[in-house]
């Protein structure tokens, strides 16, 4: 049975162990060396390095089972590497064979006790099986390890916490604003911290914290559509009716290519309904 999603979902970043590089292919180009792998593992089906590559071609294009499948059999052929076996690990974790692969990531941290990968992995995996106060113990012994520890995990481990309940949203609050204060990063953390607000129904402070997006160089229209809907829940309607009114005026000063997007335009949709429907946010 599968898990719900979850508010971790969108935010994980994988840290990637990958046999060949990968980064950028598309999906033609995938199949494409997917195909090429196989004729070569036709020719010399005893190579290990082969089925390994395919493994990863498999992951790429996000078939989990078929990618565990090819890295178990490079893993038989050996030599087993650590790289190799962390590998086979993240698909089962993906595959949703979550026992399996925290078998895999214990074994490696029996190897290698010290590897914050194998914790990582582990803790990702025992997150999605459901442990979740397992899997934020093992990020906050990371978190103590200043040089491994990136926007990423952070967010990641403040979504556990916050999926553990309300009780723990003020505990995850307080981990993005010390990580903030400390690092100077403030879009993954703030963009969290907007989330947790409006789950606890804070939406003043929710909005507070999209002035803070607001501010940074860059697009502020999608800040500013979120921040009117935060300031509408919390009942300060004229703000919200300007804070619509800027996004649109926003909007208007992009150029044209951007305008017309279809994000954009979408945007713009929703920013006419919301100052229509209501006679609170009417121009």
């Keep these: 049975m599968k898990n719900k999603p979850s508010i971790l979902q969108p935010l994980i970043a994988?840290?990637?162990?990958?046999?060949?590089?990968?980064?950028?292919?598309?999906?033609?180009?995938?199949?494409?060396?997917?195909?090429?792998?196989?004729?070569?593992?036709?020719?010399?089906?005893?190579?290990?390095?082969?089925?390994?590559?395919?493994?990863?071609?498999?992951?790429?294009?996000?078939?989990?089972?078929?990618?565990?499948?090819?890295?178990?059999?490079?893993?038989?052929?050996?030599?087993?590497?650590?790289?190799?076996?962390?590998?086979?690990?993240?698909?089962?974790?993906?595959?949703?064979?979550?026992?399996?692969?925290?078998?895999?990531?214990?074994?490696?941290?029996?190897?290698?006790?010290?590897?914050?990968?194998?914790?990582?992995?582990?803790?990702?995996?025992?997150?999605?099986?459901?442990?979740?106060?397992?899997?934020?113990r093992i990020y906050d012994k990371l978190a103590q390890d200043r040089e491994h520890v990136g926007p990423e995990i952070c967010t990641e481990h403040c979504a556990i916490l916050a999926e553990m309940g309300d009780e723990h949203v003020d505990e995850a609050i307080r981990i993005l604003d010390r990580e903030m204060q400390r690092s100077g990063h403030v879009l993954p953390y703030q963009t969290l911290a907007v989330k947790l607000e409006n789950q606890r129904g804070e939406y003043s402070a929710a909005a507070s914290r999209l002035q803070v997006l607001i501010d940074l160089p860059g697009r502020d229209e999608f800040w500013l559509e979120r921040q009117g809907n935060a300031l509408l829940k919390a009942g300060r309607a004229e703000e919200a009716k300007d804070k619509f009114r800027s996004a649109m005026d926003a909007i208007r000063n992009l150029p044209p290519a951007r305008r017309n997007t279809h994000a954009v335009r979408e945007l713009s949709d929703q920013l006419n309904q919301m100052l229509s429907q209501n006679e609170r946010v009417r121009p």
């Design 14 to 136: 994988i840290l990637c162990v990958t046999v060949i590089p990968t980064k950028g292919l598309g999906h033609g180009i995938v199949h494409e060396r997917i195909d090429a792998a196989t004729s070569a593992i036709e020719s010399d089906p005893g190579n290990a390095e082969l089925y390994a590559r395919r493994a990863n071609l498999w992951y790429v294009d996000e078939s989990w089972d078929v990618s565990a499948l090819d890295f178990a059999r490079a893993i038989e052929l050996g030599p087993a590497s650590m790289k190799l076996r962390m590998g086979y690990a993240r698909a089962l974790r993906h595959a949703e064979r979550f026992d399996e692969a925290l078998a895999i990531y214990d074994a490696c941290l029996q190897d290698e006790p010290e590897s914050n990968v194998a914790q990582l992995g582990r803790a990702r995996t025992l997150a999605g099986r459901g442990d979740r106060a397992e899997a934020a």
